[in-house]
């Protein structure tokens, strides 16, 4: 490992330093077959590195050997370009995924030979809602057009070794109980959740999976795998009616998709401090040690953050992911201002109070947007330790929509 990567990776464990992400053990399933925690999860680790270290270069992730002979006007290095702002710290720089729990090797062979263009350019723009995988299109109010994503993926598209197999139109007629069955008796539930949730493995029942991924996509994931990744391969384990089966289960948990709102947002910063009459909130950051060094001004308890809106106090609380997540939920009273465009916002946001930045990772983009607020010169300013799912898991106040407060 160079220096330059090493250092990069501890930048990003301090993106998100969640649980380690599958370490599994689940166990010998049937058929003798005992998944492997394999290469998945290598990049999180339980460690923790305050994105203090990242200020320099507020988390550009590096680019591959090969990146340096990509012509940055054509397609593949304006895809490169907006990899390395949108998508590297949670997918890793080579597509070898993991930077972020669940975020799924982009690179994966299995995976590239499946997916279809389509597939890649549809997933980009209109994310998986619910998940950490924003919807980066325009048309939700994201950053990116429909032009980018098409070079987002003929990057991606760099990394494929294995030929493209057309698994579009392959013929699934499964019965959904059986694979029921076969689902709970393979302890596919261990790593995606009883209901597809995604639990130690990305999901499978987001309404956005199900409207682009074809029958041939799930089934071929199933068969084939997803090697070095913990998803094993099923094809020597189970019949090819069993995988069928299987396919019509994951496919009952399909669900419309909530349609874009599609008149474009622009967050109005010039309101923007939670309860702006109340007493200056002061907090205390965690100290957080990494070899032996303490870090002490960068991580604030989602527990104090809530005592202090309860308590009327005022602060800043800056919601740094794109603007789709924002309107898709956020925590009541929190202002969006997404992690790219903290420079433009820096002039108008109260530098008298706290100022709190959150993200869904959930360090991430918020450490980024942590990072540009110190650069502008503001003193008190922290990450919102555990991130958006953490606050929402407590039930405290958040909603979707533009307004900055829920109803009660
Ligand atoms: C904050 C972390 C994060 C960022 C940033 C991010 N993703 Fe994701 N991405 C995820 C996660 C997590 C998933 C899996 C979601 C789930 O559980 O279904 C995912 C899923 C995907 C998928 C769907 C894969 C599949 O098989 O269903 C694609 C394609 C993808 N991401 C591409 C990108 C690209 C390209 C970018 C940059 C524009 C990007 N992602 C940015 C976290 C992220
Ligand atoms: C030990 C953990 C583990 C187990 C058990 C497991 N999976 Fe997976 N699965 C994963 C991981 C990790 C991925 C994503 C790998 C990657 O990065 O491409 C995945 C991907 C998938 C995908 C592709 C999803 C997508 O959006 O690209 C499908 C479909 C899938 N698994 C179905 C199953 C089924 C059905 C079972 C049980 C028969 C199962 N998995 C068991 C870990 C697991």
Not at 197 to 216: C, K, R, Y
Not at 225 to 239: F, H, I, N, Q
Not at 255 to 276: A, C, G, L, S, Y
Not at 303 to 319: C, E, I, K, N, R
Request: glycine residues 10%.
């Amino acid at each position: 490992m160079s220096l330059r990567y090493s250092s990069l990776a501890l930048l990003w464990l301090a993106a998100c330093p969640a649980e380690p992400v599958a370490v599994v053990d689940v166990g010998v399933i049937d058929g003798g077959f005992a998944a492997d925690a394999g290469m998945i999860g290598a990049p999180v680790e339980a460690g923790r590195w305050p994105s203090d270290a990242g200020e320099v270069d507020a988390g550009a992730p590096d680019a591959g050997p090969t990146d340096a002979w990509i012509n940055p006007d054509s397609p593949e290095g304006r895809g490169l370009t907006l990899y390395t702002e949108y998508c590297g710290f949670c997918h890793g720089a080579s597509g070898e995924g993991y930077w972020a729990d669940n975020a799924n090797a982009l690179a994966n062979p299995e995976f590239l030979a499946s997916a279809t263009d389509f597939f890649l350019w549809a997933s980009i723009l209109d994310g998986r809602p619910g998940t950490p995988m924003s919807p980066w299109g325009q048309s939700h109010s994201g950053p990116l057009s429909e032009e980018d994503a098409w070079d987002l993926v003929a990057y991606i598209r760099l990394w494929q070794d294995l030929p493209s197999i057309d698994v579009e139109y392959m013929q699934i007629s499964g019965d959904a109980d059986s694979g029921q069955a076969v689902y709970e008796r393979m302890q596919c539930g261990a790593c995606h959740g009883a209901d597809g949730e995604g639990v130690l493995a990305m999901s499978l029942n987001n309404p956005v999976f199900h409207q682009f991924a074809s029958d041939g996509f799930i089934y071929h994931a199933i068969a084939k795998g997803r090697a070095p990744t913990t998803m094993p391969a099923y094809e020597d384990v189970l019949s090819e009616q069993e995988m069928q089966d299987l396919v019509a289960y994951i496919r009952t948990w399909s669900r419309p998709v909530v349609p874009p709102d599609d008149e474009q947002f622009e967050p109005d910063w010039t309101d923007h401090v939670m309860n702006e009459g109340g007493a200056h909130a002061d907090f205390t950051p965690r100290v957080v040690e990494y070899e032996g060094a303490e870090f002490n001004d960068e991580f604030v308890p989602a527990q104090q953050v809530y005592d202090a809106m309860v308590a009327g106090q005022s602060f800043v609380l800056v919601d740094a992911r794109v603007i789709p997540d924002y309107l898709i939920g956020h925590i009541s009273g929190a202002v969006s201002v997404p992690f790219d465009s903290v420079e433009q916002a820096t002039d108008v946001i109260s530098r008298d109070r706290w100022v709190i930045t959150y993200c869904g990772c959930p360090h991430a983009v918020s450490g980024r947007a942590r990072a540009a607020f110190k650069r502008a010169g503001f003193e008190r300013v922290a990450v919102l330790d555990e991130g958006y799912y953490y606050w929402t898991d407590q039930g405290w106040p958040a909603c979707g929509g533009r307004e900055r407060y829920c109803e009660e």
